[in-house]
């Protein structure tokens, strides 16, 4: 069974950084894509970012473009968010999720109805 375990959260300033990571295990799928998703209080759950493990092809959402990036760690299975320049508004639990298939260009998407394996999510605050 897939199972992932995020991890990285925590309370920063605004203008400051964090490393969100997320630990996947019981992958048998040689393709799928991991997301990064998030949910602030009173507010519905937003897809920022994913990646494709065949390609290893990205997508932001324009809100987080140019702050945060997605990579991935092939040997620990692991993948990360390394988010920059955070704004009060990056406030929320952050969430990965894995999509099994093969997602490329206008598909590969960070569309939460096609991820079923989801982790436990981490809490990102972001002071003023």
């Known amino acids: 069974e897939v199972q992932l375990v995020e991890s990285g959260g925590g309370l920063v300033q605004a203008g400051g950084s964090l490393r969100l990571s997320c630990a996947a295990s019981g992958v048998t799928s040689r393709d799928y894509a991991i997301g990064w998703f998030r949910q602030a209080p009173g507010k519905e759950r937003e897809g920022i970012s994913c990646?494709?493990?065949?390609?290893?092809?990205?997508y932001y959402v324009d809100s987080v473009k140019g702050r945060f990036t997605i990579s991935r760690d092939i040997a620990k299975n692991t993948f990360h968010l390394p988010m920059n320049s955070l704004f009060p508004e990056d406030t929320a639990v952050y969430y990965c999720?894995?999509?099994?298939?093969?997602?490329?260009?206008?598909?590969?998407?960070?569309?939460?109805?096609?991820?079923?394996?989801w982790g436990q999510g981490t809490q990102v605050s972001v002071s003023s």
């Open positions: 999720a894995l999509a099994e298939g093969y997602y490329a260009g206008p598909a590969l998407r960070p569309r939460d109805i096609l991820y079923d394996y």
């Open positions: 990646i494709n493990s065949r390609d290893n092809k990205t």
